[in-house]
């Protein structure tokens, strides 16, 4: 039976947080323990080198931290290929050849890229390579044929702008080579976990996420500090549960619903205070997350078996895409010595 194939991966830019988590990596962790799947996991870090080209020490640091997450919160290399982006050269001779099949103006209405370009403020020093990634981004997606792309709901116009250039190929050159992918989203209101400050967005940046690697203290320092009502000044004030941080990450985290719905009526009603729904909260996280510390802390103890993990699955994966790469070049007719050697 041939396997639905998975593709997704990460830039490491930094270590992954909850963020990712929910909106991401539980997903896959989901998808790959069904069975039902080929997964590839890539960690991207010629794509993170499109904003950092000057920085790549932070990528080399950052790629054994995703890794380490990745492992932590149960992907497994016995049932997922996880590797490494820029070991892969097939992916390249891909982009190269599918960037005749999109235009500048396609590139330039990318919304996320758009979004993107602004808040990195990039004016006049905007990197070619940074404006082509979603092209890139179809040579990862398509190396691999994959059918099921979980991501988050950012990523939306990578998937799309991957459907074009698949469709664009393989009219093109009259063949069925390439394959469109969709996406796999998180669940409606899941997708996007706020900051502990209560921004749309939990991000490194913006200096406002817990970390998959943080220790239970500091995960504690981080519950309390977080944002709630800031009108909820004395304890038997009502107070507000919509916009209020932690109990958007209940709905997110805490199985109990029913616990929950209790304790927002008492919050509304007045009378709980801010202290003891964070330190319930704080308990709830530590439920999901002391596991995944203590696994992590086991992989990090041998750093050697985790380079050698991604050092198999980038051969795995070379194989792959070299097929997929091959393919490629029969149908554009790039394939002068194909009985030579
Ligand atoms: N763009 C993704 C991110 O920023 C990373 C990524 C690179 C990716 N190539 C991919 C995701 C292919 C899914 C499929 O996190």
Avoid: C, W
Avoid at 105 to 132: A, M, Y
Wanted: charged share 25%.
């Amino acid at each position: 039976m041939t396997k639905e194939i998975i593709l997704t991966g990460d830039r490491p830019t930094g270590k992954l947080h909850i963020g990712h988590y929910i909106g991401s990596l539980k997903n896959r962790v989901m998808l790959q323990n069904t069975g039902k799947y080929d997964s590839y996991i890539m960690i991207a870090d010629t794509q993170a080198l499109t904003d950092n080209a000057r920085n790549p020490e932070k990528i080399r640091n950052s790629l054994i931290e995703v890794a380490l997450d990745y492992l932590a919160v149960g992907l497994d290399p016995e049932k997922s290929t996880i590797f490494v982006q820029s070991q892969i050269p097939a992916l390249f001779e891909l982009t190269t050849d599918y960037m005749d099949l999109v235009t500048l103006s396609r590139l330039e209405r990318n919304p996320t890229v758009k979004t993107e370009i602004k808040q990195k403020g990039f004016g006049d020093s905007l990197p070619v390579g940074f404006l082509t990634y979603p092209v890139a981004q179809a040579a990862d997606i398509t190396a691999f044929k994959a059918t099921l792309v979980p991501v988050g709901d950012d990523q939306e116009p990578m998937l799309e702008q991957t459907r074009e250039i698949v469709r664009s190929f393989n009219r093109t050159y009259n063949v069925d080579v390439l394959v469109e992918p969709k996406g796999y989203f998180p669940p409606k209101g899941q997708g996007r976990l706020p900051g502990l400050d209560g921004n749309a967005k939990m991000s490194k940046s913006l200096g406002n996420a817990i970390y998959l690697s943080d220790d239970a203290e500091t995960v504690k320092k981080k519950v309390m500090s977080m944002y709630t009502d800031p009108n909820h000044i004395h304890v038997e004030d009502p107070g507000q549960v919509e916009g209020n941080t932690v109990f958007t990450y209940l709905d997110v985290f805490d199985p109990d619903k029913d616990t929950v719905a209790q304790l927002k009526e008492d919050y509304q009603k007045g009378g709980l205070g801010d202290v003891k729904i964070k330190r319930y909260l704080n308990k709830v996280l530590e439920a999901e997350l002391a596991p995944i510390r203590e696994r992590r802390q086991k992989y990090a103890e041998n750093l050697d078996a985790v380079y050698d993990m991604l050092y198999q699955g980038s051969q795995k994966a070379n194989q792959v895409a070299d097929q997929t790469l091959q393919e490629v070049r029969d149908a554009i007719g790039f394939n002068y010595f194909k009985n030579r050697g």
